[in-house]
């Protein structure tokens, strides 16, 4: 159902159109005025705004303008009184979808705003396609939870502004990410995607701002960084809490001046739209010392928490196809059934690693599977043999018992689980770190802690 916003100053007009607009089967919202209209399309948005032109505080081209700052992608129509027809020209001239003059037939008003509205459905629907042909795989937003964060997403992507994504590990925020620069006016830029947590601390640097020839041992011939890279596009800083604070602040400085240094080379002016992610909750993080205040503050323009899978079951099943169409197109399968007790058992399951995991999955089932079945029993077989599984059962590996305190047999537990994903993972710590859902740090303080590391 699209969602309509008919902004007037007259109260009897509202009503009117309204009615007609609610019998058609719009979903309607009012707007008393200019300004109340703009604030209202700025908190909830709309598919289609239907505004008079002639109004006392922000009349209809002012609305046009601020709602096309907001975002170009909606419709705009506007309602014009006799005689103001070469002003609605100009109206249209400037973006506005289409007019329609006072007094109005209702059944042309039906008509010019389901045409607003299907525009509107093509324009997304042509903006998902570039985010999953650029991504290569496809978008499934079934549950609330999930639109209601893609309804943010496409609602700020057009307005130049910083985007912090949040949420847990395999939540999907590279997603979101490029839905973001899909959606914005510099979709037909590059999008430039840095994760911080795959690349050495020491190395990020010239990795982000690029270096000169010489600038230190090693560096052979000069590099591009990411945010030269990214120029006039959008630059993806993934796990940005992995990042040291003296990074931090050569990221708020280009994010304050859009000025950026290469090692050993001069300041330079780009261009780039930022969009991060973090698994981390920052503001702790702050509290704690071990990320800037103010880039903290500039980062946290706009915050969207992505839920984890656990929330939004209603995505479950229809991932599951996405990533078995995926997958056995890839392993060259003709037609895969998917068990409904399988479905049932996925929907029940809390998928700690959320969407990432879930993936992994699919692709395990299907490339085990004897008969082209994904069914329970050899989800069931494939769980028992999983590290995790292993280190459960282990000898030693477990529960110290009730006679121990509740941190021992929680660390004890934590100890089993890093051991077995460390040695599944061949002692590599940026896997291990992957399958973890953490940080390099993190991943080695805890290896640390519990002794696992080899002594030299």
Not at 44 to 61: N, Q, S
Not at 237 to 258: T, W
Request: aromatic share 6%; no cysteine.
């Amino acid at each position: 159902m699209a969602r309509v916003l008919v902004i007037d100053d007259e109260s009897s007009m509202r009503y009117t159109l309204e009615a007609v607009l609610g019998d058609a089967g719009f979903e309607v919202e009012t707007a008393d005025g200019g300004a109340a209209g703009i604030a209202a399309f700025e908190a909830r948005g709309a598919d289609v705004v239907l505004t008079d032109l002639a109004m006392p505080d922000v009349d209809g081209m002012g609305v046009l303008g601020a709602l096309r700052a907001q975002d170009p992608s909606v419709p705009v129509l506007m309602l014009t009184a006799h005689g103001s027809e070469r002003v609605a020209v100009a109206a249209m001239k400037a973006g506005a979808f289409d007019y329609l003059p006072k007094p109005f037939d209702p059944d042309e008003l039906v008509l010019s705003v389901a045409r607003g509205a299907e525009t509107r459905r093509l324009r997304l629907e042509n903006a998902r396609l570039r985010t999953e042909a650029s991504l290569g795989r496809t978008i499934v937003a079934e549950s609330p939870a999930i639109k209601r964060v893609l309804d943010v997403v496409t609602r700020v992507a057009p307005k130049d502004v910083t985007v912090l994504l949040t949420g847990e590990s395999g939540v999907g925020k590279d997603v979101l990410a490029a839905t973001v620069h899909a959606h914005s006016k510099r979709a037909d830029k590059p999008l430039v995607r840095f994760n911080a947590a795959a690349i050495p601390a020491e190395l990020a640097e010239a990795e982000l701002f690029g270096h000169t020839k010489g600038a230190f041992t090693g560096a052979t011939a000069a590099r591009v960084g990411y945010f030269h890279q990214a120029d006039k596009g959008t630059l993806f800083i993934d796990e940005i809490g992995e990042l040291p604070l003296a990074i931090q602040a050569k990221i708020l400085r280009a994010l304050q001046s859009g000025e950026v240094q290469p090692v050993g080379g001069r300041a330079e002016h780009v261009d780039v739209r930022v969009v991060v992610a973090t698994n981390r909750d920052l503001a702790a993080e702050v509290k704690a010392g071990r990320f800037r205040e103010d880039l903290y503050y500039r980062l946290n323009v706009v915050p969207i928490k992505v839920p984890p899978l656990r929330e939004r079951v209603e995505d479950i099943e229809p991932l599951v196809h996405a990533f078995v169409k995926t997958y056995s197109e890839r392993y060259g399968m003709v037609q895969v059934t998917v068990e409904a007790g399988l479905l049932e058992s996925f929907r029940s399951h809390s998928w700690p690693g959320n969407v990432r995991e879930l993936e992994n999955t699919v692709a395990r089932l299907l490339a085990l599977t004897a008969d082209d079945r994904l069914t329970l029993a050899l989800w069931r077989s494939l769980s028992e043999d999983s590290p995790s599984a292993s280190a459960r059962s282990g000898p030693g590996a477990g529960d110290p018992g009730p006679s121990h305190p509740l941190r021992a047999r929680v660390e004890a537990f934590e100890r089993a689980i890093i051991s077995a994903e460390f040695g599944a993972a061949s002692k590599n710590q940026s896997e291990t770190a992957r399958r973890l859902g953490v940080s390099r740090p993190a991943l080695i303080e805890k290896l640390h802690k519990y002794g696992l590391l080899d002594r030299g």
